[in-house]
């Protein structure tokens, strides 16, 4: 049985007095959910370890692309042309960035993984893998590196903080290059007399 | 002072403290700054594009500008906020599995209302984290809020970025473009010279008299 102190403990007084008697009344009368099937639950547990910050890149560009055009393209504040240009910019802008993003994300994340190796970790065929400098050279040092989970976590907030760094150069040099090829691409085949539709 | 590599050490451990048991923190945090340095190279991409005409110019800058401070706002005050109501909904048992349930039904929570006693499960004040015998269900209840925080970051970010952040950028910008035309044409007249030895007045003065009414010019 828990003690009614420790009930008491559970009441963090500072959070509930920035929300009036009111948001609370609305929360408490909110009914709860159950996860009821292991599948589920699983899908849920597999997305918090495996959703990096790549993943969320990637999926962000996706449902840009099947919005943001389409906002575009109904903004009735501006004349038609600068619509068409400002569509175009938002595809290139998405495409570009998207692709960058994810591989360069995704990239880093791998290269802190291979580079932050703890005993007991094994290669692909399942031999163990021998620690040398370079190898551990991200790994936390001490008890850290024993949470499997959060180790994981680590890897992913590692690789995305060298990705940041890495892309305040390809922002230059690879996203608005490309992102200005694409829009001038996408303006050009409009101009073109057949509408710039392909044979 | 401490060495390069001690400094190392320790940010490594600050990593892993901060972000270890915490990746939908780590998103909306990385999300920001992976914001701001995209949007000074969005912007640098439409300044030194010479296929985009002036006048388009002076409407995408601006909306670039509003892009990246309105995406860095929205992404950090509503991704933030929705992952706050996906932390909260877990820590309250809101939101919850049969196993959770039945270490609360094991711990003595009611996790329904009967018989007069009150169930706090669901309830704002509750907090399974802060119960004295969390420890038996951390394994099983860290990584399913956890899933719920990456969960709800996602679609945090998506309503910011994709939904929330083109409308209001495209409203700032068609102002600003609107403002940066009228002061154009403005520019303009006051730069409409007469030609030398006479003065603007007499100069409009002769042009109505060569042109009058029935000539076509159109007032």
Redo the contacts between chains.
Sequence with gaps: ???VS??N????GSV?EK?GTFG?RV??S???????KDYW?D???????K???AE??L??GV??L???PF??AH?K??DE??RK??VA??IG?IIA?TLT?FAIRKGCIKAIGAWSKKSGDVDKAGNLIKLNKLNTF?????K?AN?P???E??K???G??VA?VV??FT??LI???L??FI??FL?DDGKKPDGGKKS | MKSPAAMF?EF??V??????????K??VH??V??WI??S???V???V??D??SR??KL??IP?EAADAAANIISFYVVTNSVKAVGS?LVKT??????KI?AYLEK???PVKSKKGIKS?????????T????FDEIADHF??????????A??VG??IS???IT??IR??Y???Q?KNALAKMKTKQIKQLAAPRGISIEQYQNRVAARFGSGDGLKV
């Excluded at chain 1, 403990?9 to 963090?12: D, G, I, N």
């Excluded at chain 2, 706090?120 to 399974?128: E, L, T």
């Excluded at chain 2, 802060?130 to 015998?133: D, F, G, S």
Aim: with cysteine; hydrophobic share 40%; charged share 20%.
């Design positions: 049985m828990v003690s420790s009930i403990s559970c009441v963090h509930s929300i609370r929360y408490n909110i009914p709860n959910t159950v996860f009821k639950i899908k849920v547990a597999l997305m918090g370890k959703c990096s910050s969320q890149r999926i962000l449902t840009a099947a919005t943001q906002i575009d903004n504040s501006v042309e600068t240009v400002s910019r938002t802008k960035g993003g991200f790994t936390p040092k001490g850290f949470n989970d959060a180790f976590q680590y992913n907030a590692l995305t903080i940041l892309m305040m922002n230059f996203d608005a290059p992102t200005k829009t001038n303006i | 050490d490594k451990n990593i892993y403290k901060k972000y270890g048991e915490n990746p939908g780590m998103l990385t999300g700054l992976g340095l995209s000074l190279a969005q640098a991409a439409v030194f594009n296929k985009i006048e388009q409407f995408l909306q909260k048992g809101k939101l919850s599995t049969p349930l711990t003595g929570i706090p499960v669901g309830k704002w004040d509750f907090d399974i802060k119960l004295a015998n860290k990584p399913f809020k956890n899933g719920v925080d990456v969960g970051s996602l970010s998506i970025s994709n939904i083109p409308v495209n409203e910008a068609a102002k473009q």
